[in-house]
């Protein structure tokens, strides 16, 4: 399912999307791993071992039955307190979703923009433009 996510987003978006390693989030001790990131153009090219939380445009996590309350409540409070702007997360139990969340200026906490489901199309403006099929991440 990672590879597929992968794959589907980075034909769709403008900028690159990566499977990166420990991404900090606030120091050099306190890091976190991703299951995915989209990294800000500036990082096209770049050694992700250089990546910044500063670089890190998008977080996305894929739900799998051992990280549930990880995937769900601390690596979105993380992601939200290191001000990365937005995080979506895909669930694949039963049926592929996709719930987005983007950092509003001045909060620690992320806002739902919205879940979508096989055979509905996720439309957003930000971080950047997309339009994108949940079935195309269907398995």
Do not use: C, N
């Not at 001790?29 to 050694?47: H, I, N, S």
């Amino acid at each position: 399912m990672l590879r597929l996510v992968a794959i589907r987003l980075a034909r769709e978006l403008p900028v690159p999307v990566t499977r990166a390693g420990e991404v900090p989030l606030v120091d050099a001790r306190t890091r976190g791993r991703a299951d995915l990131v989209v990294v800000a153009g500036a990082m096209r090219g770049q050694d992700m071992a250089l990546l910044q939380v500063a670089d890190v445009e998008l977080a996305i996590e894929i739900v799998s039955p051992g990280s549930l309350t990880t995937d769900r409540i601390t690596k979105p409070a993380q992601y939200a307190a290191a001000g990365i702007p937005a995080f979506w997360r895909v669930e694949t139990a039963q049926q592929v979703s996709v719930t987005a969340y983007a950092l509003q200026p001045g909060h620690t906490v992320y806002t739902e923009l919205g879940t979508w489901t096989e055979g509905q199309v996720m439309r957003l403006a930000e971080p950047f433009e997309l339009k994108l099929a949940i079935d195309d991440l269907v398995p």
